[in-house]
């Protein structure tokens, strides 16, 4: 199990599940200290069944604190609080089924446990739709898949202009406006784009100002109504 240990170092992860753990209950029991590297972590694990099979979960008890979790042949559900979120967080490990009977039955169970628990769900194994990445093949017979939460800030909204606008009042007398009162310096592309810019913020003014009288008088017509 060196190559989890590597796994958990070189991705800074913080929970991993793995399918085909191929491990029996008769063997010597998962050291998951060494596993993960430290003592700061917990793990559930399911033994294989007829040599098939077997899952383990396993993550950062300072990451992750577990408060429920749920085990069949084919899954691990452990619900807790994650660091930083809101809520309760649960993970889904899943170990997919042959027949499309058992596929079923698994998948009407885990919606089930996730629709009676208000949380937050990351499912990882044969039923995975997540966007992730998969890394090459080491010791286990799978390509590992990393999946990381970020927060992307792509800055502000780009600015659209809708047809329909030019047709409401206001709208040409703030173009107007803005044009007969610009002055630009520079070159002309300069003051061509200086004066765009102080035309897309007099539009957005006017669209949240006449947004906002509208919906006042939407408000007046069901009072009056």
């Known amino acids: 199990m060196e190559w989890i240990r590597r796994l958990r170092n070189d991705h800074k992860l913080s929970m991993i599940g793995i399918q085909e753990t191929k491990l029996e209950e008769s063997l010597l029991p998962f050291n998951d200290v060494s596993c993960w590297g430290d003592a700061d972590c917990e793990f559930h694990q399911v033994f294989t069944t007829a040599r098939s099979g077997g899952i383990i979960s396993i993550w950062d008890s300072r990451v992750f604190s577990k408060v429920e979790s749920i085990k069949t042949r084919f899954y691990i559900v452990t619900l807790g609080n994650l660091v930083d979120i809101n809520g309760l967080t649960g993970f889904i490990n899943v170990y997919r089924p042959q027949s499309v009977n058992e596929k079923s039955k698994v998948w009407e169970e885990l919606l089930a446990i996730m629709s009676s628990k208000l949380a937050t769900w990351i499912v990882m194994g044969g039923f995975n739709a997540a966007s992730c990445f998969a890394l090459d093949r080491d010791i286990s017979d799978h390509s ?82």
């Open 144 to 225: 590992p898949i990393i999946l990381r939460a970020r927060c992307d800030d792509f800055g502000p909204p780009p600015f659209k202009l809708l047809n329909f606008w030019m047709l409401k009042d206001g709208f040409d007398a703030i173009i107007m406006k803005v044009c007969s009162e610009f002055v630009g310096y520079g070159t002309p592309d300069m003051r061509l784009l200086n004066k765009l810019k102080q035309l897309k913020i007099a539009i957005r003014c006017w669209k949240a100002n006449t947004v906002k009288m509208e919906n006042a008088e939407i408000e007046t017509l069901k009072t009056n109504g």
